[in-house]
């Protein structure tokens, strides 16, 4: 069974809710042993529910199972001397520290930057925050709706201007979690050469307002103020939710060709008035639209997709997240995993989304995972490890 590229490192995840536990995942993902310490009532999402699923008593939060898979759980009172000196310990061993405190915490906690270079200078910490660690706003705490809401992305996502929606996931601390990792795997590599550990920053503001893309420059070039456009592209056309005779068709046409490909398949004019171009298309969408559900209206949606992929039109159909687990492709992937969880028995959880392979073409992904791990669950053998390193 491969380890993953990470084997050997350890990462003490002190981070709660979703954005740094997210990051210390995927660490364990690739192959890092990853110790969370949680206080005595454990991780804040152990709470988050429903649903809840186990037997009466021992029952576990899924939002808390989605983000904790290949983790150890050890409980630490962090107001008590002889906790703190567990996680002192741990983290003269770690070479990853994962936290998402708001700033401040961690020196009131007596582990400020300079405590943790003289513990282990060769520590690498990442640090999140709701929207950032200075400047005027920073100490604000951040969830992740207030997040997307400052950030920004709440503005442009909705049906029209003033039907402002969050996006269907916390995709703020998702992308401070990703992006939290790969700064960490930055700072390991740089350690090889320096020596040294550094510190990682990042935050949800961040993530979310680097995540704008093109509606950041059509502000910031263009001056334009994006809004919400629903299920359209605000700069190409056709690219969108089309309805058909019995559901909803996703088509997207990213050029000329394409436009004309999908026009050909369905007997349209592609140099129609108004819809020659791309730019005439984005101007003239309710006449696109118009016409493009007058020919899907006559065809349910298996025929719509089947007559676009002959074509070579990229189009597809909006699943429903217990079609997403059953689908083939999605199995093909690796995107479902099953452990064995002590409680729950045999769960299965969403997975990684990256898979490795060896220039020999042989996949070398870890091929085991373990499961979201109990409250205190490894209490002892982490304890025990600890004493077995003293004096080494």
């Known amino acids: 069974m491969n380890e993953g590229p990470l084997a050997g490192l350890l990462v003490v995840d002190l981070g709660r809710a979703l954005a740094a536990p997210h990051a210390a995942m995927m660490l364990g993902d690739l192959g890092a042993r990853v110790v969370k310490v949680e206080s005595p009532q454990g991780d804040d999402t152990r709470r988050w529910g429903p649903p809840f699923v186990g037997p009466a008593g021992q029952e576990e939060s899924t939002y808390f199972l989605s983000c904790n ?121 740089e350690r090889e050469r320096t020596g040294t550990g550094q510190v990682v920053r990042t935050s949800l503001l961040a993530s979310v307002v680097a995540a704008h893309s093109f509606q950041g420059t059509r502000w910031t070039v263009a001056g334009e103020v994006p809004r919400a456009r629903g299920n359209h592209h605000p700069s190409i056309a056709p690219y969108g939710l089309f309805r058909a005779g019995d559901g909803a068709v996703q088509v997207a046409c990213g050029s000329e060709a394409l436009w004309r490909a999908l026009c050909s398949a369905l007997g349209l004019d592609p140099g129609a008035e108004g819809l020659a171009t791309n730019d005439e298309r984005v101007r003239n969408r309710n006449l696109l639209v118009a016409r493009l559900e007058a020919s899907f209206a006559e065809r ?93």
């Open 300 to 392: 349910d949606v298996g025929e719509v997709l089947e007559l676009l992929s002959r074509a070579g039109v990229p189009c597809g159909v909006v699943r429903t997240l217990d079609e997403v687990y059953e689908w083939e492709q999605t199995r093909s992937q690796g995107l479902v995993v099953t452990v064995d969880h002590e409680t729950l028995g045999p769960t299965s959880l969403p997975g990684p989304p990256l898979r490795l392979f060896g220039h020999d073409g042989r996949e070398r992904t870890p091929g085991a995972h373990r499961p979201p791990p109990t409250l205190g669950r490894h209490d002892e053998s982490v304890r025990e490890w600890l004493s077995s390193r003293v004096g080494r």
């Open 69 to 189: 898979r290949n983790k150890e759980s050890v409980v630490l009172d962090l107001r008590l001397e002889a906790d703190l000196g567990v996680l002192r310990a741990l983290l003269v061993e770690a070479d990853v520290l994962v936290e998402n405190f708001r700033p401040g915490v961690l020196e009131r906690l007596g582990l400020g930057l300079e405590v943790l270079r003289a513990l282990n200078p060769r520590l690498v910490v990442l640090s999140i925050t709701g929207f950032g660690h200075d400047g005027p706003d920073g100490g604000r705490a951040g969830y992740d709706q207030i997040a997307q809401g400052e950030a920004g992305l709440m503005s442009l996502t909705g049906a029209a201007p003033g039907e402002e929606q969050r996006v269907g996931v916390p995709v703020g601390d998702l992308l401070a979690g990703m992006n939290g990792a790969v700064g960490v795997l930055a700072a390991l590599h």
